[in-house]
């Protein structure tokens, strides 16, 4: 990438200006609104990989939605856990189980609300999914997406870390309900 810093003289014959005001251009970088490189990792193939940074990067093959899911919930990793986090709003300051659940899904465009892991127990068709599978019981939800599990709670996890996290392994899904979208 270049970038150039253009001085107010260089600009002076193309563009007007007030006298007390210091104009600078600078050409190059990300375009506004654009994402942020960092934030949209992929890795080839089908499975998304756990980075050293704790965020994931999303399969190359993975349908959009779920490339989605995964890039969003990456923006919220590492946020401390916060009973109700999420359930009012998508943005919030940390987030509870079900709140992390449905930021990444909302990312995803695959939901249009934030829900709780009661709602959850009914969102979606029953069993696993192809992409995302949402495991839910009345008191705690997670979501493995594309074969890496996005929880807030550390069972299972060595590190211990809690709030919104992607772990490295798997935790039994007993006692959950496995749900999932048509398709994914």
Not at 14 to 39: C, H, K, L, M, Y
Not at 75 to 100: A, K, M, N, W
Not at 163 to 175: A, E, K
């Amino acid at each position: 990438m270049v970038m150039a810093v253009l001085p107010a003289s260089a600009l002076a014959a193309t563009a007007p200006r007030a006298a007390s005001v210091t104009q600078q251009v600078i050409v190059g970088g990300q375009e506004f609104g654009a994402p942020n490189a960092a934030d949209v990792q992929t890795v080839p193939g089908t499975k998304a990989k756990l980075l050293p940074t704790g965020q994931a990067a999303a399969p190359a093959d993975a349908p959009a939605e779920v490339q989605q899911a995964i890039w969003a919930a990456n923006r919220i990793i590492g946020l401390p856990y916060v009973y109700g986090g999420g359930h009012q709003r998508f943005e919030d300051s940390g987030y509870d189980c079900s709140g992390t659940v449905s930021y990444a899904l909302h990312g995803g465009e695959l939901i249009d609300t934030p829900m709780d892991s009661s709602d959850f127990m009914s969102w979606g068709a029953a069993g696993k999914g192809d992409w995302i599978t949402v495991f839910t019981n009345p008191g705690h939800a997670y979501t493995v997406i594309a074969g890496l599990r996005l929880d807030t709670s550390a069972a299972g996890d060595p590190s211990g870390a809690k709030g919104p996290r992607w772990r490295p392994t798997l935790r039994s899904n007993r006692g959950f309900r496995a749900r999932h979208l048509a398709g994914l």
